[in-house]
């Protein structure tokens, strides 16, 4: 069954929207007289769930031992009677693509509700829950960290959508659209068809990992051969055998692509894309991460 995925700045209002779906949707499923519905139950799975200290994301390696803590119990608990919802800072849109993957993986709708909770407003609460005695305030540092590094969702990448904002200052989430949109109220149970990028499968093509290293390595040539014969540039088109990069204004680095190329290709190790496929899959996941 689907899982909802919340995003949003540090002390935002995560975890009290999450108790407000939870809260609602427990009411819908008890109330209703559908088997299908009646028989589902409610996960939520957060940091403070899951025993994690706030302080973790202070350092890179503490950081992404977190994140698989996280993806483990998601994963373990996504089945077709089950609504997941995972209440954390979701900040980081590979990680979001990655959890995309796994939901699609296991045929269940997955959404992103982003609690748009102004930063100055995020802090002023982190401030206030230093003084209280249960506050479980961020230390100052990692605070300002994670609001420099929020990558907020983007409803147009397949990843964030459908994405529903909520503004700090609405009362209540939009219960209705979110239901409507993960679980139905037609009396038909949302399924979700996997694709080749993202059923997980043992690769059968015995050089399908050279291909993808190869393949994004051509693509990454492009660009930078590119960058070179235009230096100065803003910005620009890059035709890779038919599918075209669209660079930003700010043509990014060799460092910065690289970065991106082992994003993609360490989230699709495990899955069996097509080799036709490969290159316009990349150029598509480059599009959307260049639009951030």
Known sequence: M????????????????????????STRIANSDEPRIKRLKIEHISDDTLGLDRNVYATARAEKDA??????????????????IADGLNYIKGFRYQLYCDAKAV????????????????????????????????ESEVFENLVFRYEEPNGMSRWDAPLFTVPFDDAEPPYDAIWEAMIGSDGQSKV??????????????????YELDKTTSE???AITTWASDHQGEAGGEVNVEGSVVELPTNVPSLPQ??????????LNRQHTLGKGRIRQLFVDYLN?????
């Open 192 to 209: 979700v068809r996997p694709n080749a990028a993202t059923v997980l499968k043992p690769a059968t093509e015995q050089d399908y990992l």
């Open 67 to 84: 994140r698989a803590t996280l993806t483990s119990a998601i994963k373990r608990t996504l089945t077709r009677d089950t609504i997941v």
């Open 107 to 138: 045929q269940t709708p997955n959404c992103v509700v982003h609690v748009g909770t102004p930063s100055d407003k995020c802090r002023e609460v982190n401030d206030a829950a230093k003084s209280a005695p249960e506050g479980l305030p961020y």
């Open 257 to 266: 692509l690289q970065r991106l190329r082992r994003q993609f290709t360490q």
């Open 219 to 221: 693509v990454i040539a």
């Open 2 to 25: 689907p899982l909802i995925l919340l995003s949003g700045y540090p002390k935002s209002g995560k975890t009290h929207r999450s108790q407000q779906l939870i809260a609602n949707f």
């Open 288 to 292: 959307d991460s260049f639009q951030r």
